[in-house]
Structure formats: structure tokens, C-alpha cells
């Protein structure tokens, strides 16, 4: 094995851990029988000991065999891997039993071992009977090995699926901060009570009462989400309906805006304000510097398991670079929530669309009911 290949069989977390429990069982193996060997005053011990250590590299070799077999059912379910690895076992043992035969009794066997083998039957049905045997007491050490090794690796996923969870909340603790910082900024607040001042110098009373309820119940909702829980796609999309109505009253004609919803994906939960800073990029950068109407569009769809979440808008593109790349703030943000809490499952796309405008895709997978099997 070359230097880059061995980086990259330790690199991967399940292959280590097996390598170590496999070194680890074989050598304890190979420590305790030599150790009780001593103990009971056998004769030939380091001859036995040297075949006892090819036998011990032959086992580990069939071990590793054995982890490679079953690295294609990584990711399928536990008791699935735990019945493969167990079935596999099997020829595992009879295979290792054959090697440790030869090993000490056909290949120049030492005296102590011949004489002791003189006083059997030598038969096919004798040596049948010696492959079984050991077959099935080697199968108890393999099947060790292999609850061993998946014990390792679910408490190995235990701790990612922890760490992540853990990312997830520090992540989406942060974000609602910049979220709100975003909403609660002078500049909102200074062009927001600017147009409620214009409402009502102009005796547009009405309107003006519209947006002071839009804007207080979307204050009240933005303060008192939880942004670590998840909540159903339609109260995310009615939060930011009411941005875009108080937004609306400001811009008037030149802001327009349409849900596109498919009724499942309404029901799909999302984390809390994962499209707020999107909803606010598309308002400045598309909206604020245009002098003709801008439409900002969501859209949201179930396939293949996936929620797929589209925000567009058909304005003259102006963005800065950082926006262009993807990586301007409120971008981070949404993208660093989803990794956070998805990981590689969930994906994210933003840039400028071909028709003209800005446009961002998220894909985020389906939470599916829990099954229980009684």
C-alpha cells in the first residue's frame, strides 16, 4: 500500500476504527494464548509462538477482508449490517480454521503436535470433523470482533449526529442575531416610520394602521422564535409575507411579490427564519435600485424526498461581487444554518439567473415519519 493510499484508509473514520479493533482482538489473542502456553509449561513455545503469529496476521487479514466486504452497507440500517456481518462470519471462521490446520498440523508440524495428531483417525470425514469444530468456535471470535466493531462505529455516529446537533444550535443561535440585526436596523426602521410619517401627513389612515399591525406582528414573531426548532413551511412564508407588505407600503408599485406553494411542502418544517436574509437581499439589491416593478417570487416543491426551495426575483441585476459569488452575508448565513443542521444532505445554489435577476435554490430533506417495527 502506498503513503497517499494509507492517508487516505486512516483518513476515513470507519476504516480506522476497524484496523484498531482489529489489531487490538488479534493481538489479544495472541498475547493470551502465548501467555497461558507459558503458563501451563507447553514445550516448543517460541516455534508455536512464530506459527501463532502467522496464523494471528492470516486472522487479521480475513478481518479486514471481512470490513471491506461490508463498507458498500455503511449507511444502511444498523440490524441490516449486524445481519451481513454476522452471516459473513461464517465462511469467515471455516476459512481461518483451514489456515490454522495447515498451519500447525500439515505444514511441518512440530513434534509435540504430530504425536499428538498420530493418536487420530486420519479420514476425510476426520478432518471434515476438525474444520467444523473449529468453524464454530472461531465463528464466536469473529462475531465478537464484528459487535465489537459496530458498537464502535454507532457510538462514532452517535457522537457526529451530537456534535452536529450541537453546531446546529450555536449556528442557528448566531444567525437569529444577524437575522435580527438585519430587521431591527436604522436604516429599516428609519425607511419604514418615514413611509408611516408620509401615510399619515397624507390622511391615509388606513394604510397606515395596515402597516403598524404588519410591523409589530412581525417584530413579535421575529423575537420570539426559537431558532433552534423548526417550524412548518407556511409560518415561515407568512413571517415573511408581512416583511414584504411593510416593505410594500414603502415601495409601493415597484415591489411585487407571489408564493408558489405545493400544499405537502407547506407542511415540511424548516428552521426558523432560513429565508428572511434572502427575502432581504432580493428587496435591496433588486428592488430598492430599480425604477421599474420587481417581483420577487418563492416557490417550494417535494421530489425525490427533497424540499426545494426557490427565491427569485426579475430585477436589473446590481449586486456587489460578494453577492455575485455567492458569499455575501445574509448568503453565509442561510448556507452555514443548513450545513450546520443538514449537513451534506442539504444543498444550496444562489447567483444570477439567465433571465435576468438573482435567483437562490436550497434543498432540504424530507423529515419522514418514524416507523416503529413491533
Known sequence: MNRSLLKGVLANDSARTAIQSIFGFWLFYFLIVTLRAFALGFEELLPMAGRRAVVTIIGMTISWALYLALAPLEKAPLRRRALMMFLLCVPAAALFTTFNFYTFYVYEPLPSVAEDFAHKERSLAMLLAIIFEGTVTWFFFFAAWAAFHLALGYAADAAKAERRAAAFREEAQAAQLRALRYQINPHFLFNTLNSLSSLVLTNRNDEAERMILNLSTFFRASLTSDPTEDIPL?????????????????????????????????????????????????????????????????????????????????????????????????????????????????????????????????????????????
Open 234 to 374: 407556511a409560518d415561515e412564508l407568512d413571517q415573511q409575507r408581512l416583511y414584504l407588505e411593510v416593505e410594500r407600503a414603502r415601495f409601493g408599485d415597484r415591489l411585487e411579490f407571489a408564493f408558489d406553494i405545493d400544499p405537502d411542502a407547506s407542511r415540511q418544517r424548516v428552521p426558523s427564519l432560513i429565508l428572511q436574509p434572502l427575502i432581504e437581499n432580493a428587496v435591496k439589491y433588486a428592488v430598492s435600485p430599480s425604477n421599474a416593478p420587481v417581483c420577487i417570487r418563492v416557490k417550494a416543491s417535494l421530489h425525490d424526498a427533497m424540499l426545494h426551495i426557490v427565491v427569485e426575483d426579475d430585477g436589473a441585476f446590481a449586486a456587489p461581487q460578494a453577492h455575485v459569488d455567492g458569499t455575501g452575508t445574509g448568503l453565509n448565513n442561510v448556507r452555514d444554518r443548513l450545513r450546520a443542521r443538514f449537513g451534506d444532505a442539504a444543498a444550496f445554489k444562489a447567483g444570477p439567473w439567465p433571465g435576468g435577476g438573482f435567483r437562490v435554490d436550497i434543498a432540504i430533506p424530507v423529515k419522514r415519519p418514524v416507523s416503529y417495527v413491533r
